[in-house]
């Protein structure tokens, strides 16, 4: 054999050599198919005050998901629609998504209006939804994940809390809420909850505005009277979007101070209190599931990712934001699991994911689609942070069929 034959015979060798161990090809992170997220929040109308934040914290997931290889070696590409603080509109917005757009999950809704437009959308067309804000529980449905907080794990230990010593001992509530399914339903378990405690309903005043209500100087004036006929009276709001801020403002026209008249709300965060002079309000109660001066790991790492993303000292977190960070995870982790973006085969990997939420806390995705979470109640600071002054040493699992309503009897609430 010559020197040039023996050359090139070690030539193919090599190439066949290295024909055998390279990898299978696969397309590249560029040409492979995007998986599509889609982001379901209001970005305009009376909820744009607190959905805005949200769609701004899915763009963070997508993008940090994307800095660490995508899923499945494949990049994360969100969609974005705005349905505008309107109803029927959340219905359209979704069907656009799952049928136009194709996306393989999203994220969004606040108002459980919005959400029970959607549901049957999701249904129909077997899609997955990541619902993140409190909600009045009294609904389970396999196409929804729902990452936010069910009565008992807000709305029942706030009350306890204000009927409780470290809460003022109340004996009179007041129960002020926007005038939708939320608020009434919530209202409704509340109802349940302080007359088994003792407290009747002539101790208990019960008033609804609509979305966007701004002249709070009457029903204010109504609250005074009613807790000045003899009895420690708080008061429970379930007042959604930018009527807060008018409300807050009204409180504090009027002198009332956390030590006379306590008030409790369930939808009002740091983002709402951004745009509020809290000084006026400090002392007054928010219940939620996350707060942003909690000291834990997660929560620095947490604060960390969302400043690097959004480049603004002034924008804070909060506990809906938590709840899509925590949801976003577990959706990303079953993705994993499942080896596919297909529903089918994600959901059942869903079940049963844990992450150590920025809460302090490690959160469990249970069997009926809802959280254990752990429950909080914040005093708001003059900063317009809450300080902690209780939770609960361990997650709490969400009952999502609450057991003060007579028609749950029989059903299973785990």
Not at 258 to 276: M, N, R
Not at 312 to 317: K, L
Not at 340 to 354: E, H, K, L, M, W
Request: hydrophobic share 40%; with cysteine; glycine share 8%.
């Amino acid at each position: 054999m010559t020197e040039t034959s023996k050359i090139t015979r070690r030539v193919a060798l090599a190439g066949l050599t290295t024909a055998l161990t390279a990898p299978a090809f696969r397309p590249s992170f560029a040409q492979a198919a995007p998986i599509k997220v889609g982001v379901l929040h209001s970005l305009s109308g009376t909820m744009a005050i607190s959905e805005t934040a949200l769609r701004d914290t899915v763009l963070m997931m997508v993008e940090a998901q994307n800095a660490k290889g995508g899923l499945l070696g494949r990049r994360l590409e969100a969609v974005v629609v705005d349905p505008a603080s309107n109803w029927p509109l959340f219905a359209e917005k979704a069907r656009e998504l799952l049928q136009v757009h194709k996306v393989d999950v999203t994220f969004g809704c606040w108002t459980s209006v919005s959400r029970k437009s959607v549901l049957p959308v999701f249904e129909e067309l077997n899609g997955m939804l990541f619902y993140p804000v409190q909600y009045e529980g009294e609904e389970e449905s396999k196409n929804i994940f729902y990452t936010g907080a069910a009565p008992n794990q807000q709305a029942i230990p706030a009350v306890e809390y204000l009927l409780g010593p470290d809460g003022g001992e109340a004996k009179r509530i007041v129960l002020l809420g926007t005038d939708y399914v939320y608020p009434r339903t919530t209202n409704r378990i509340l109802r349940g909850f302080l007359n088994s405690k003792g407290i009747t309903d002539a101790d208990i005043m019960e008033e609804y505005t609509p979305f966007g209500h701004s002249d709070w100087q009457g029903i204010v004036a109504r609250v005074k009277r009613f807790a000045g006929e003899g009895k420690k009276t708080a008061i429970v709001s379930t007042i959604n979007g930018d009527a807060n801020v008018p409300f807050y403002r009204e409180l504090g026209n009027q002198g009332i101070k956390a030590e006379d008249i306590p008030s409790v709300a369930f939808s009002v965060g740091e983002e709402e209190l951004a745009g509020i002079d809290t000084r006026p309000l400090v002392g007054h109660l928010a219940a939620w599931n996350y707060f942003m001066s909690v000291q834990s790991p997660a929560n620095t790492e947490f604060k960390a990712l969302w400043q690097a993303y959004i480049k603004n000292p002034r924008r804070v977190t909060n506990d809906p934001m938590e709840a899509t960070y925590t949801g976003f995870n577990m959706w990303a982790q079953g993705v994993a699991k499942a080896g596919t973006t297909a529903v089918d085969a994600v959901r059942p990997a869903v079940i049963g994911q844990t992450f150590a939420a920025p809460a302090g806390y490690t959160e469990t995705m249970l069997p009926n689609h809802h959280l254990s979470k752990p429950v909080m109640i914040g005093e708001i600071q003059a900063d317009g942070q809450f300080n902690i002054v209780y939770k609960t040493p361990e997650v709490v699992p969400a009952e999502n069929w609450s057991r003060f309503i007579p028609e749950n009897a029989n059903r299973r609430r785990g």
